[in-house]
């Protein structure tokens, strides 16, 4: 693996391997001493021009237990808005001689981009509404560790999927390793022809819930629609939030996901977020050991 | 020890460890190698919702003479405003298996209400007007080594005391140690019924110091009061500002703190802040040393 | 070394001792595992409070690639606007047993009084239009690796020389090594008596370019203008813009400098930014060793 610029970039073998990594490394977090040498005297450079805590939390740990160096940027100065400052702002950093960039920008493209102009190899830690990759690899990995596997499982992804690069992220990783992928929202939040990404758009969340393995809501994101996509936060909540009413629907043995932040009471009841099948912070964790496993993939083995 | 959340918490014996294991601690920093290898592995997340840099540097640094991971975040996105998303949050981080989570909020009881919700140990790095442990702590330990021990000694706390999360440690801290503590201040900022800390509430700055063995001055906060306490900064220094007339009520040998950043010409004097009897800057030194001693007794030894 | 306020200070022979040991440091930045033990359990605490992201992530590289502790603080808090508040900020930091300061601030002479006050070592990285002697170091260390001496170059700087720190740093470097080097720029943006600094200032930039070595563009600084002090962009570019046609007027094996980030069409062209002649990314590469240099030298050898 060279970069990763999304989870539709991986066929189903790189998606396995980084899966069987990510194995490997969850123990490491499990020790009495959470670290190893693995990835000594590499630099790992945290540009987040988003704001973000979590995820870059979660990078600069697995960069940590790996022994790498991590130095973070954040957006400071007017010269990253431009497309043209952050190019160049990116080829100053690659003389820096790093080994890998993690990137997250909210405009989706960005990491492709940098990954055209630059030598080190690029991580996209979230881009716009285009993909989040190492979200969706950590939701598979969840869902392989629960349940043992992710071929044949039906999984349900619920909530704003035209503006979600989780549920692009989600889709790929899902489908690509065998999943059956359905998709339900407000009419508004449905891209049109997504079924072309292998998936099936449901009229209702109750029919994509049925007998469903794993259900995954998406976050609201009220600063990412351009206009009001949904009457009210009530209305939304009734009829696309989930609880034990709706999430009876599914499998008993189900699970679900969710990227966080959660809003409690909007797209997922207390109950249900607190409750036995929610898998939300073994995701967080897991999200750390798919993190290590990329950066190690990316950086540790090239040579 | 499983967390630190107020000196309030600690017996003496505890009290006495920590400060032994300080002690030792201190030593380290003026190596010409000061770092250790004790906390290798080991991931100390610092969470500062409140502006901090001294506190954060001093944890930061404390960690790292340790070979601790220390990973900063700060306040940057308004999930951390409401206390179910600083909940969240928190349950996030936790899910990340780190060692301990220092936390500095503006609000009184985050640190605990943190402690209640998840299992990492907690360390409370200052919470509104509540405790600032580890202030408490150096302050005792900066003077047991200039003075030779607590007990018995006279210490006069001095300034806003009911807004102050320093007053209140110190006052723990200095009182489990067996100190006589005496507070002053305009009457304003003594909260009624003090007394039932164990401390005189005295009248005049002037009482308060006579025959002290330590002077603690404490910073004017104008930013924690909701209105103005005191008529004007002119006379609140006159009254109870420390110059060189009002120390010599004092023991002769009598030593002066102040948490910092100091108000000069307000609560405090140059030439007291600056002149022999201030031990101002050894206190930042000993709280390297405290914050050493309580990474280590919370992380360190638990197995 | 004690400091580095300035190159003004440095003696010939410690620039040439800096730029070997960055030779030494250079290679560190080339290999697999790029870090060596050197100054394990030193703490570089990075100052920088005016924004930057370049330089301060340039010193963490090459602090981390020495296993020093690097802790990095920003302006957060109104005590470092004010003077006082400035210099007990850095007593406090003093006392927690740095071994290195590195400041960055708007107002020159910050990092000199700094100096003065505490006991441990500053770097100055950069203090309003005064200097920025790492980036003179490596400007010269640039033109020595590329075309083998300095002593005898000819030397073009155009731009604002007036508000320059880059130019300042830039000329003592280079005359101290035995270069010509010649200034050119708006009349308004070239202090009178500049010739006091052995260089020549030119009525045009053609002049200053004529059979020139090494031509160094200054990035045009708006902000750090008080008015107006050319006509216009466009006009600033025709007359003091580097393209091809221009560059043509200096030797053919001329290398191009500019400290970055570059403003496009501005003070340079695209081709020329891009080209054969530029040494941009290269001097990106030659900070991050110098800057390994300077760290060693100042906290490495002291005992």
């Given at each position: 693996?060279?970069h990763?610029?999304?989870?539709?970039?991986?066929?189903?073998?790189?998606?396995?391997?980084?899966?069987?990594?990510?194995?490997?490394?969850?123990?490491?977090?499990?020790?009495?001493?959470?670290?190893?040498?693995?990835?000594?005297?590499?630099?790992?450079?945290?540009?987040?021009?988003?704001?973000?805590?979590?995820?870059?939390?979660?990078?600069?740990?697995?960069?940590?237990?790996?022994?790498?160096?991590?130095?973070?940027?954040?957006?400071?100065?007017?010269?990253?808005?431009k497309?043209?400052?952050?190019?160049?702002?990116?080829?100053?950093?690659?003389?820096?001689?790093?080994?890998?960039?993690?990137?997250?920008?909210?405009?989706?493209?960005?990491?492709?981009?940098?990954?055209?102009?630059?030598?080190?190899?690029v991580?996209?830690?979230?881009?716009?509404?285009h993909?989040?990759?190492?979200?969706?690899?950590?939701?598979?990995?969840?869902v392989?560790?629960?349940?043992?596997?992710v071929?044949?499982?039906?999984?349900?992804?619920?909530?704003?999927?035209?503006?979600?690069?989780?549920?692009?992220?989600?889709?790929?990783?899902?489908?690509?390793?065998?999943?059956e992928?359905?998709?339900?929202?407000?009419?508004?939040?449905?891209?049109?022809?997504?079924?072309?990404?292998?998936?099936?758009?449901?009229?209702?969340?109750?029919?994509?819930?049925?007998?469903?393995?794993?259900?995954?809501?998406?976050?609201?994101q009220?600063?990412?629609?351009?206009?009001?996509?949904?009457?009210?936060?009530?209305?939304?909540?009734?009829r696309?939030g989930?609880?034990?009413?709706?999430?009876?629907?599914a499998?008993?043995?189900?699970?679900?996901?969710?990227?966080?932040?959660?809003?409690r009471?909007?797209?997922?009841?207390?109950?249900?977020?607190?409750?036995?099948?929610?898998?939300?912070?073994?995701?967080?964790?897991?999200?750390?050991?798919?993190?290590?496993?990329?950066?190690?993939l990316?950086?540790g083995?090239?040579?």
């Amino acid at each position: 693996m060279r970069h990763l610029l999304g989870v539709e970039d991986l066929s189903r073998e790189e998606i396995v391997r980084i899966l069987e990594t990510a194995e490997a490394m969850r123990e490491i977090s499990e020790r009495e001493i959470k670290r190893v040498p693995t990835l000594r005297g590499k630099t790992v450079l945290n540009m987040f021009l988003e704001p973000s805590t979590r995820t870059r939390v979660s990078f600069e740990i697995a960069a940590k237990r790996l022994s790498a160096d991590s130095i973070n940027l954040s957006a400071s100065g007017s010269s990253l808005v431009k497309a043209e400052g952050l190019k160049d702002m990116a080829r100053n950093l690659d003389a820096m001689n790093p080994d890998v960039l993690v990137v997250r920008h909210k405009v989706a493209g960005v990491p492709q981009m940098l990954a055209a102009h630059i030598g080190v190899p690029v991580i996209n830690a979230g881009d716009g509404a285009h993909e989040h990759p190492t979200q969706g690899l950590l939701d598979v990995f969840t869902v392989q560790r629960v349940l043992g596997s992710v071929e044949g499982r039906v999984v349900a992804i619920v909530g704003d999927i035209a503006h979600s690069r989780v549920a692009r992220s989600g889709i790929y990783s899902f489908t690509k390793l065998g999943a059956e992928v359905r998709v339900a929202g407000p009419p508004t939040m449905i891209p049109p022809g997504i079924e072309i990404l292998g998936v099936k758009a449901c009229l209702s969340m109750e029919e994509a819930l049925d007998a469903a393995d794993v259900v995954m809501m998406l976050r609201i994101q009220r600063e990412r629609m351009e206009r009001p996509l949904f009457p009210s936060v009530r209305e939304y909540s009734q009829r696309y939030g989930l609880n034990r009413r709706k999430l009876a629907l599914a499998k008993p043995e189900a699970i679900v996901l969710h990227p966080g932040p959660i809003n409690r009471g909007v797209e997922i009841a207390d109950d249900v977020a607190d409750g036995e099948p929610s898998r939300i912070l073994d995701q967080v964790t897991n999200g750390v050991a798919v993190r290590m496993a990329v950066l190690y993939l990316i950086t540790g083995v090239e040579s």
